[in-house]
């Protein structure tokens, strides 16, 4: 049996409490609200406050609201002072953004960048806190997703998108940016993050188990369950583009569902492409076939995890429209046995929050340890 101790429950307590201010970043609280909700005591509470506004992470702002009596201070996020940097290379496209403490995202850029992703990397983090303003002294970490299996033991990734067929040591380029922006790097596959992104998103009370599923250049999902990105023991978890819905022997690296209906797929078969449809009878004809096969997808990914939350994004959602949406949920609702609503992203930009806040959520954790 471990042994206990005190610092263990002192700093559950501490993300607790920090966690309650995360949730309510735009309104603020009060001391006895803290404890009310966190279930600490109120001596406990203004301990942990004291220790949050010493290291800047909370604010007090007086509270003008009370007609009588004195004023008590209300307390807040401090979003101003330290930020994190999300990054997301989508295989084509690489976007950046600060992130605050909050997962709201700021001066967001993005640039065309092919195959050239670890070439544009720093030169685009230089760029974005050149634009910002913001002191490299305030910046907590670095969050980058990568279209790639990632095995965060050996630091490797694997990316057939990007021609990186077999595992490859990324280990020196997270030393690289950690070394030159003194700050902690975070790295993984690029829809467990976005996933995360979304997850945070939605308010704390209607969270639920979640697949977000990315149609674009690639098809991949990111598989949230208890909070927390869904792995496997092989980190592959979340690559349903190897799906296959009738056999097959062809060697596709790509996966032979992603070769179905990715951009590339479409552009060839129907003249779609990023951002542009043709229209009539083709559009038609592009969402009757994609619907058709996220529809399959769909199902069997309901009865392989059991979750109550599905949401589609991507390139190819984007462009084909709610009309891809509405067909995929008639058709889910005619074969799944317990069929739910598909839904669409609500996070602005789940890939940057998601990035930015697991990187800063690495400096907190050794911050409150």
């Known amino acids: ?79 101003d002072k330290y930020f994190s940097i ?42 974005l806190l050149e634009i910002s303003g913001r002191k490299i002294a305030d910046l907590i970490g670095i969050g980058i997703g990568v279209p790639c299996i990632f095995d965060k033991s050996k630091c490797e990734i694997t990316a057939p998108l990007l021609g990186i067929n077999e595992p490859r040591y990324f280990g020196d380029k997270i030393e690289e940016i950690s070394a030159r922006y003194k700050t902690k790097v975070f790295v993984d596959n690029d829809l467990n993050i976005q996933a995360f992104g979304e997850y945070a998103y939605i308010k704390p009370d209607t969270r639920e188990d979640l697949i977000f599923i990315s149609l674009g250049t690639g098809l991949g999902a990111g598989v949230i369950i208890d909070g927390k990105a869904r792995r496997g023991n092989r980190n592959i978890c979340g690559e349903i583009g190897h799906m296959m819905f009738e056999y097959s022997e062809e060697d596709e690296k790509a996966g032979w569902l992603e070769n179905k209906i990715n951009i590339k797929a479409l552009e060839e078969k129907f003249g779609i492409a990023n951002g542009f449809v043709p229209n009539g009878e083709k559009q038609q004809e592009a969402v009757e076939y994609v619907s058709r096969y996220l529809a399959l997808l769909i199902n069997n990914l309901i009865f392989s995890y059991d979750v109550s939350n599905i949401v589609l994004s991507g390139p190819v959602i984007e462009t084909l429209g709610n009309g891809v949406i509405e067909q995929t949920q008639k058709k889910l609702d005619k074969i799944c046995y317990r069929s739910l609503g598909i839904k669409q992203k609500k996070a602005p930009l789940p890939g940057i929050s998601g990035a930015g806040l697991l990187a800063g959520n690495i400096w907190l954790e050794d911050l409150f340890r």
Do not use: W
Request: charged content about 30%; hydrophobic content about 35%; overall charge positive.
């Open 1 to 79: 049996m471990a042994k206990y101790e005190p610092s263990h429950l002192k700093t559950m307590n501490t993300k607790i409490v920090f966690r309650e201010f995360r949730n309510r970043s735009e309104e603020g609280l009060f001391i006895n609200e803290i404890a009310r909700i966190s279930k600490i005591s109120v001596p406990t509470v203004m301990k942990i406050v004291e220790f949050l506004v010493e290291k800047e992470l909370v604010k007090t702002e007086e509270c003008t609201k009370t007609r009588v009596g004195r004023k008590p201070n209300m307390l807040k996020l401090n979003r």
């Open 86 to 127: 999300g990054v997301i290379y989508e295989g084509d496209y690489l976007s950046l953004g600060i992130v605050d403490l909050a997962g709201n995202v700021y001066y967001y850029v993005q640039v065309r960048c092919g195959k050239h992703f670890e070439d544009s990397l720093i030169a685009n983090i230089d760029r």
